[in-house]
């Protein structure tokens, strides 16, 4: 993508009267690290960057807004804000305009056609990150890393993250402005993760994920990152009554992660940020994706295509099949 | 403090005296390695790198039974607490972190479950000879082979481990693995003092927090505040895996007549650790909890127990989802001071 | 004092007495505790503005001001609102009912240093219940002081807390006692109006004397304010705070105010040191 352009229009956006600012990706403070950037003014538009090391999804923060009583005397500030996203991240804001989470009219959509992104980890593993920055872009057949002003190019199978090698819409589904014209889509690979658990006895799952579990330390980064998390009021956090207990064991960290797997079931867009974030490395994309393949296989639905449309489970049709009620 | 050597190959008969004694060392791989108990027979390879949970769940648990009870009872039972546990390849900024913490768990009056557990554990550290990308310990008081906290610190010289008790529990395991263990002679300690210097020369990361404990505060209204917190998500990884947070939050929890009341880690980013019930919250986002946890640890803390509440063992930088990196806050603390 | 070696545990206490002081969704409702084993309640000693942490037992627990002053006897007060979990646990309590208390916890009003002055206590709605120890205390050694104005006030004469003993004392010529609502109601026969305008009216001089306030933020910020109006400096006021509490003992982390926990260095500021504390009125 040409990075002139995209901080060309940021800060034509940003610099707008009506948008209170743009959220896109940034350089982090050292090796590989990329930090989600709030762009202001013009000025700050020129730290934008746009590569394959931008997997945050940023669409969160559409609804992380910690919105505090205003003032007396003091206007709401109603300012749009600009999102860029990816393929997936575009996913997200589709299903949260069907879900009425935003208003189309709060939100400027700059799409990015994603050739897919590395998975942090593994980059790490394989090509150890160091404290001076270095930055990372997609070439024909692959990756380049540039560190130090030398270039090591990576074939992108070898990088690839899971959630893009599963991709469907690498192109974003709704946008206002894109940057770019859109990628080649590619053939998605088989979801073989959720294959193997499925394939799995019911001891064997019931240990798989009593092992993943007891890993959980509870920091809900998992609930915090995901676009689709944003309950005003989540019961996790509900004391009177209590309905899910502090105390971290396994019993709680299933019933927390469980009840966060279903209350994502039809809207799970598979962006990967809750097992990309997670401390304890916990596997949770399985999780959701298996519930999205139960979905997508028993219903034919899949969320965040239609931000017009109806949103799974919160809709009803008189000739819906009911056979599972009897 | 007596110093002597231990052959690597003699390291399983050295951990073989342990036994009769919980162990504890970390475990798993790289990203993955945590604190897990040691199989029985079996002597844990003690590699590089730091575990991605801080041992400091041996001395405060995630998640503590304080005492049990029947409802509607008036009797309450304390747990017994646990067995002897020696923690082998700790860190030296997670053993100071302890030291550090005892601060806070002994102010005025003890905290009988931390100290009781502190009693009953013994901690072998391992120098750093490879700190981490994030590691910035030299510069906030620690370094890589700092004896603070520990019982007893090896360092890795090659084929052997050089072993220097700090505490009288740390004499204790030098007695009793007596046979196991040489004299090391002057050559080997000055081998021992080259290896740390250079481990300590191999830190990038630093802070320079001169003044910034008395000038803290006085950034309550910088916009800096605003900026560090923006793309905060509120989640609990920095305070949950920083081996210095020592929050906790207390419930009753009940299943049947049968209940407990339990304490568990909290963490001052999320929203509800402050919010009254009235609904009224003192910090009501993120940009006040993000500025609360930097004063705390580098400003408040250091005000009571004269020690900034941070070892820089780099977990928060490493872990954190969105990059808010505690070196660079300071770093701008610093200029706007 | 006989302590249990372990903070965390608490006394068993009994119920002896309780009433309603307001009613609503919102209901205030004074206990009278008395510890069920005898060695505690001898070498229980609390100073007014102390606190406590009180509640049930597979419910939780809630940090409360002791609303009595040791001079009243061997029992302990409290005055709760119903607000969430545990104060909601509280309030299903009645006389013979056990309650679970550990403390006393805090700072409390340093009431020998106020010997021989005129102590001045300004509270609103429930914000009355850590004020009415310093009342009670100084009526008791009553000689010791230069005098005692009362100033209280709530929303409704409804809303007023420790009602049938203000009105005692409001006819009481000794002392300058005055009760205020903020809309006037038929049969009301004090004052009509917001407490620090009553402040402003009542018009105390600040000579050797010595100013405490406690109830919502918003009244605080205007009783400060028409204190100095009134000359009072910040030396001679006094405040008490609340946040979120768990421990009681500066363990847990929740409740401090820039580097004041307000469990161990308060409840009770002086307005000197409070106004250099910037997350002191968040």
């Not at chain 1, 940021?10 to 950037?37: H, M």
């Not at chain 1, 070439?139 to 130090?148: C, E, K, L, Q, Y």
């Not at chain 1, 074939?155 to 014209?181: F, G, Q």
């Not at chain 3, 109006?229 to 500066?250: A, P, S, V």
């Given at each position: 993508m040409d990075l002139d352009k995209l901080r060309e229009t940021a800060a034509e956006v940003a610099g707008r009267d009506d948008v209170k600012y743009l959220i896109g990706w940034k350089k982090g403070s050292y090796g590989y690290r990329i930090a989600p950037a709030f762009v202001e003014d013009v000025e700050a538009a020129a730290e934008l960057i746009f590569s394959p090391?931008?997997?945050?999804?940023?669409?969160?923060y559409l609804t992380l807004v910690e919105k505090l009583p205003l003032p007396r005397g003091q206007e709401p500030d109603d300012r749009k804000v600009a999102l860029m996203v990816k393929g997936c991240d575009s996913r997200a804001v589709a299903q949260l305009l069907a879900e009425k989470g935003i208003h189309r009219d709060e939100v400027i959509v700059i799409g990015c056609p994603c050739p897919g992104m590395v998975d942090p980890d593994l980059l790490a593993e394989k090509y150890p990150e160091t404290e001076e920055p270095a930055e990372l872009k997609w070439s024909d057949d692959g990756f380049v890393i540039v560190r130090d002003g030398e270039e090591t190019a990576v074939p992108r199978d070898e990088l690839l993250a899971e959630k893009c090698r599963l991709c469907r819409y690498p192109n974003p589904v709704v946008s206002d402005i894109m940057l770019d014209d859109p990628v080649e889509t590619w053939e998605p690979a088989e979801d073989e993760g959720v294959t193997e658990i499925e394939e799995k006895e019911v001891d064997g799952r019931w240990a798989y994920w009593q092992e993943q579990f007891s890993n959980c330390i509870r920091c809900y980064s998992c609930r915090n990152v995901c676009p689709l998390c944003y309950c005003q009021d989540c019961i996790l956090d509900r004391?009177?009554?209590?309905?899910?207990?502090?105390?971290?064991?396994f019993s709680e960290n299933t019933a927390f992660n469980i009840a966060r797997a279903f209350h994502l079931a039809g809207r799970c867009i598979e962006c990967g940020e809750c097992e990309r974030v997670c401390p304890a490395n916990i596997p949770l994309g399985k999780l959701n994706r298996k519930l999205a393949r139960e979905i997508r296989d028993k219903y034919g639905f899949e969320p965040g295509l239609e931000p017009e449309g109806e949103p799974f489970q919160a809709s009803y049709k008189p000739d819906d099949p009911e056979d599972f009620i009897l | 403090m007596s110093a002597m050597l231990l052959n690597k190959e003699k390291w399983p008969d050295f951990v073989g005296k342990l036994t009769g004694k919980k162990l504890w060392a970390p475990q798993g791989k790289?990203?993955?390695?945590r604190f897990a108990p040691v199989t029985e027979g079996e002597a844990p390879a003690l590699e590089y790198g730091n575990t991605r949970v801080p041992p400091k769940q041996a001395v405060f648990p995630q998640t503590e039974t304080m005492f049990r009870f029947q409802l509607g009872g008036e009797e309450v039972e304390v747990p017994e607490p646990e067995e002897e546990t020696v923690l082998l390849g700790v860190r030296p900024c997670d053993a100071r972190s302890m030291a550090i913490v005892d601060n806070l768990f002994g102010w005025e009056e003890d905290d009988p479950y931390y100290f009781k557990r502190r009693e009953l554990v013994t901690l072998v550290g391992l120098a750093c000879s490879e700190p981490g990308l994030n590691c910035f310990c030299t510069s906030v008081g620690g370094g890589p082979a700092s004896t603070e906290g520990l019982d007893l610190l090896m360092t890795d010289l090659g084929e052997h481990y050089f072993l220097e008790a700090v505490t009288e529990k740390g004499e204790a395991l030098l007695k009793e693995a007596g046979d196991l263990l040489e004299e090391a002679g002057d050559d080997k300690v000055k081998e021992k003092d080259k290896k740390i210097e250079e481990s300590a020369g191999k830190i990038k990361r630093s802070v320079d927090h001169e003044g910034v404990p008395e000038s803290l505060p006085g950034l309550w209204d910088d916009p800096l505040w605003q900026s560090v917190s923006?793309?905060?998500?509120?989640?609990g990884t920095c305070t949950y895996l920083c081996p210095t947070c020592h929050c906790f939050d207390i419930q009753d929890e009940v299943e049947g007549f049968d209940a407990r009341r339990c304490r568990m880690w909290d963490s001052c980013m999320f929203g509800e650790y402050t919010l009254h019930t009235s609904g009224h919250n003192p910090r009501p986002t993120r940009r006040e909890r993000t500025r609360n946890r930097i004063n705390h640890k580098y400003s408040y803390f250091v005000d009571k127990f004269d020690v900034i509440a941070c070892v820089g063992c780099g977990r928060c930088i490493n872990l954190c989802p969105v990059n808010i990196d505690i070196v660079e806050i300071l770093r701008q603390v610093k200029e706007a001071i | 004092m006989k302590t249990n070696e372990n903070p965390y545990i608490p006394y068993f206490a009994t119920v002896e007495d309780t009433w309603f002081e307001t009613g609503g969704e919102r209901a205030i409702k004074t206990f009278k505790v008395v510890f069920d084993d005898e060695e505690v309640r001898k070498n229980w000693s609390h100073r007014p503005g102390q606190c406590a942490m009180i509640g049930v037992l597979g419910v939780g627990e809630s940090m409360i001001s002791i609303s009595c002053s040791p001079t009243e006897g061997e029992f302990l007060r409290f005055s709760v609102m119903k607000m969430g979990k545990v104060t909601q646990a509280l309030h299903q309590l009645e006389a013979g009912d056990k309650m679970t208390v550990r403390g006393p916890y805090g700072n409390s009003f340093p009431l020998e240093k106020w010997e021989g002055k005129h102590v001045l206590t300004i509270g609103g709605g429930i914000g009355q219940a850590p004020m009415r120890p310093v009342v009670e205390y100084v009526k008791a050694n009553y000689e010791k002081y230069g005098g005692l104005t009362m100033i209280y006030g709530a929303r409704t004469s409804g809303d007023l807390c420790f009602k049938n003993e203000f009105e005692e004392m409001a006819r009481d010529e000794e002392l300058s006692c005055h009760l205020t609502i903020d809309i006037e109601e038929e049969q009301w026969g004090h004052n009509v109006g917001f407490v620090p305008q009553i402040l402003l009216d009542v018009n105390p001089s600040p000579e050797n004397a010595i100013a405490v306030t406690c109830g919502p933020p918003i009244m605080i910020r205007f009783v400060l304010e028409n204190l100095k109006k009134l000359g009072?400096?910040?030396?001679?006021i006094y405040t008490t705070l609340e946040n979120r509490m768990k421990c009681g003992i500066g363990k847990c982390g929740r409740c401090n105010a820039g580097n004041m926990y307000v469990c161990k260095d308060g409840p009770v500021f002086n307005y000197a040191t409070l106004k250099e504390i910037p997350e002191a009125f968040a």
């Amino acid at each position: 993508m040409d990075l002139d352009k995209l901080r060309e229009t940021a800060a034509e956006v940003a610099g707008r009267d009506d948008v209170k600012y743009l959220i896109g990706w940034k350089k982090g403070s050292y090796g590989y690290r990329i930090a989600p950037a709030f762009v202001e003014d013009v000025e700050a538009a020129a730290e934008l960057i746009f590569s394959p090391l931008c997997t945050a999804n940023l669409a969160t923060y559409l609804t992380l807004v910690e919105k505090l009583p205003l003032p007396r005397g003091q206007e709401p500030d109603d300012r749009k804000v600009a999102l860029m996203v990816k393929g997936c991240d575009s996913r997200a804001v589709a299903q949260l305009l069907a879900e009425k989470g935003i208003h189309r009219d709060e939100v400027i959509v700059i799409g990015c056609p994603c050739p897919g992104m590395v998975d942090p980890d593994l980059l790490a593993e394989k090509y150890p990150e160091t404290e001076e920055p270095a930055e990372l872009k997609w070439s024909d057949d692959g990756f380049v890393i540039v560190r130090d002003g030398e270039e090591t190019a990576v074939p992108r199978d070898e990088l690839l993250a899971e959630k893009c090698r599963l991709c469907r819409y690498p192109n974003p589904v709704v946008s206002d402005i894109m940057l770019d014209d859109p990628v080649e889509t590619w053939e998605p690979a088989e979801d073989e993760g959720v294959t193997e658990i499925e394939e799995k006895e019911v001891d064997g799952r019931w240990a798989y994920w009593q092992e993943q579990f007891s890993n959980c330390i509870r920091c809900y980064s998992c609930r915090n990152v995901c676009p689709l998390c944003y309950c005003q009021d989540c019961i996790l956090d509900r004391l009177n009554p209590t309905w899910v207990n502090r105390s971290v064991n396994f019993s709680e960290n299933t019933a927390f992660n469980i009840a966060r797997a279903f209350h994502l079931a039809g809207r799970c867009i598979e962006c990967g940020e809750c097992e990309r974030v997670c401390p304890a490395n916990i596997p949770l994309g399985k999780l959701n994706r298996k519930l999205a393949r139960e979905i997508r296989d028993k219903y034919g639905f899949e969320p965040g295509l239609e931000p017009e449309g109806e949103p799974f489970q919160a809709s009803y049709k008189p000739d819906d099949p009911e056979d599972f009620i009897l | 403090m007596s110093a002597m050597l231990l052959n690597k190959e003699k390291w399983p008969d050295f951990v073989g005296k342990l036994t009769g004694k919980k162990l504890w060392a970390p475990q798993g791989k790289g990203e993955e390695m945590r604190f897990a108990p040691v199989t029985e027979g079996e002597a844990p390879a003690l590699e590089y790198g730091n575990t991605r949970v801080p041992p400091k769940q041996a001395v405060f648990p995630q998640t503590e039974t304080m005492f049990r009870f029947q409802l509607g009872g008036e009797e309450v039972e304390v747990p017994e607490p646990e067995e002897e546990t020696v923690l082998l390849g700790v860190r030296p900024c997670d053993a100071r972190s302890m030291a550090i913490v005892d601060n806070l768990f002994g102010w005025e009056e003890d905290d009988p479950y931390y100290f009781k557990r502190r009693e009953l554990v013994t901690l072998v550290g391992l120098a750093c000879s490879e700190p981490g990308l994030n590691c910035f310990c030299t510069s906030v008081g620690g370094g890589p082979a700092s004896t603070e906290g520990l019982d007893l610190l090896m360092t890795d010289l090659g084929e052997h481990y050089f072993l220097e008790a700090v505490t009288e529990k740390g004499e204790a395991l030098l007695k009793e693995a007596g046979d196991l263990l040489e004299e090391a002679g002057d050559d080997k300690v000055k081998e021992k003092d080259k290896k740390i210097e250079e481990s300590a020369g191999k830190i990038k990361r630093s802070v320079d927090h001169e003044g910034v404990p008395e000038s803290l505060p006085g950034l309550w209204d910088d916009p800096l505040w605003q900026s560090v917190s923006a793309s905060c998500l509120g989640c609990g990884t920095c305070t949950y895996l920083c081996p210095t947070c020592h929050c906790f939050d207390i419930q009753d929890e009940v299943e049947g007549f049968d209940a407990r009341r339990c304490r568990m880690w909290d963490s001052c980013m999320f929203g509800e650790y402050t919010l009254h019930t009235s609904g009224h919250n003192p910090r009501p986002t993120r940009r006040e909890r993000t500025r609360n946890r930097i004063n705390h640890k580098y400003s408040y803390f250091v005000d009571k127990f004269d020690v900034i509440a941070c070892v820089g063992c780099g977990r928060c930088i490493n872990l954190c989802p969105v990059n808010i990196d505690i070196v660079e806050i300071l770093r701008q603390v610093k200029e706007a001071i | 004092m006989k302590t249990n070696e372990n903070p965390y545990i608490p006394y068993f206490a009994t119920v002896e007495d309780t009433w309603f002081e307001t009613g609503g969704e919102r209901a205030i409702k004074t206990f009278k505790v008395v510890f069920d084993d005898e060695e505690v309640r001898k070498n229980w000693s609390h100073r007014p503005g102390q606190c406590a942490m009180i509640g049930v037992l597979g419910v939780g627990e809630s940090m409360i001001s002791i609303s009595c002053s040791p001079t009243e006897g061997e029992f302990l007060r409290f005055s709760v609102m119903k607000m969430g979990k545990v104060t909601q646990a509280l309030h299903q309590l009645e006389a013979g009912d056990k309650m679970t208390v550990r403390g006393p916890y805090g700072n409390s009003f340093p009431l020998e240093k106020w010997e021989g002055k005129h102590v001045l206590t300004i509270g609103g709605g429930i914000g009355q219940a850590p004020m009415r120890p310093v009342v009670e205390y100084v009526k008791a050694n009553y000689e010791k002081y230069g005098g005692l104005t009362m100033i209280y006030g709530a929303r409704t004469s409804g809303d007023l807390c420790f009602k049938n003993e203000f009105e005692e004392m409001a006819r009481d010529e000794e002392l300058s006692c005055h009760l205020t609502i903020d809309i006037e109601e038929e049969q009301w026969g004090h004052n009509v109006g917001f407490v620090p305008q009553i402040l402003l009216d009542v018009n105390p001089s600040p000579e050797n004397a010595i100013a405490v306030t406690c109830g919502p933020p918003i009244m605080i910020r205007f009783v400060l304010e028409n204190l100095k109006k009134l000359g009072f400096e910040d030396d001679q006021i006094y405040t008490t705070l609340e946040n979120r509490m768990k421990c009681g003992i500066g363990k847990c982390g929740r409740c401090n105010a820039g580097n004041m926990y307000v469990c161990k260095d308060g409840p009770v500021f002086n307005y000197a040191t409070l106004k250099e504390i910037p997350e002191a009125f968040a």
